[in-house]
């Protein structure tokens, strides 16, 4: 049975693990795909793959989103493509070791991957989406995003940035009809852990998702219309807390005067 087709979707980091399950996932729910990553050989493997068994129109970009010339090419094409309804902002660099033990020009390499190059390909499509009044905004942010402390907290610092991002399109652009997620996954088992230095071998099973569940969770949150979706956690109500608490701050956070245990006693005289 053929799917109707639903655009094209733009997915980067998609030679390999979530990446490569989105650009399956989304081939067979009808969307043709533009797959981005480094690794031309990869890339050219999961098109053939998968034009072969959804029958999709996939094409492939070679390309560093930390190099600015391959950056600008991939918003060219989200400039320029009017077919594109959805943007997956998957690619990433990740880090497990403390600051004290981190390469900070390697800290410098994620930020330009997970918090520029996201940054600039979603300033690249919105306009499009806006003026059409339809498109989705994917963007892979992580666990560590509200958790920092719990591993390299620059990596916990781009995904707390990834976070806060999506907060703000979805506050700018739900009501041009736009959809906009974040994807908060925990420990899953693709080959990202072991380039961030780790290794999934240290880790209890019962903490590691299979990249599969995580991907097919993410969608499953999108179809239920979810901004934040962590797939790991079993209670909706407990992330619903958290950020009724955030909200609750909101009045207060801007105020002409500071909050009382903050006053400095008057001198005695």
């Known amino acids: 049975m053929t799917i109707a087709g639903k655009g094209t979707a733009l997915i980067t980091g998609a030679s390999s693990g979530l990446g490569a399950i989105y650009a399956d996932r989304l081939a067979r729910r009808g969307y043709d795909l533009v797959l981005v990553a480094r690794n031309q050989d990869a890339l050219t493997r999961v098109a053939k793959s998968l034009s072969s068994s959804t029958g999709r129109k996939i094409s492939i970009v070679r390309a560093d989103l930390e190099q600015r010339n391959d950056l600008l090419k991939v918003e060219g094409i989200l400039r320029s493509d009017p077919s594109i309804t959805m943007l997956v902002n998957n690619a990433g660099i990740g880090a497990v070791e403390p600051l004290l033990m981190s390469d900070v020009e390697a800290m410098e390499r994620m930020i330009k991957v ?47 940035y990834v976070i806060a991002l999506t907060f703000s399109l979805q506050k700018e652009l739900a009501e041009k009809n736009i959809r906009i997620q974040a994807v908060l996954p925990g420990a899953v088992g693709t080959p990202f852990w072991d380039a961030s230095g780790g290794s999934l071998d240290r880790l209890p099973e019962n903490i590691v998702m299979k990249p599969d569940d995580t991907v097919d969770a993410a969608l499953a949150g999108l179809d239920m219309g979810e901004v934040i979706t962590l797939p790991s956690v079993p209670d909706a109500a407990d992330w619903n807390a958290y950020e009724a608490a955030r909200q609750k701050l909101m009045p207060n956070l801007s105020r002409n005067i500071p909050a009382p245990r903050y006053r400095v006693p008057a001198s005695a005289s």
């Open 114 to 160: 997970n918090v520029t190059a996201l940054t600039r390909l979603v300033y690249a499509v919105a306009p499009l989406f806006v003026a059409r009044e339809e498109g989705t905004i994917i963007n892979m942010a992580s666990a560590l995003g509200i958790a920092p402390e719990v591993l390299n907290g620059v990596y916990g610092a781009t995904k707390a």
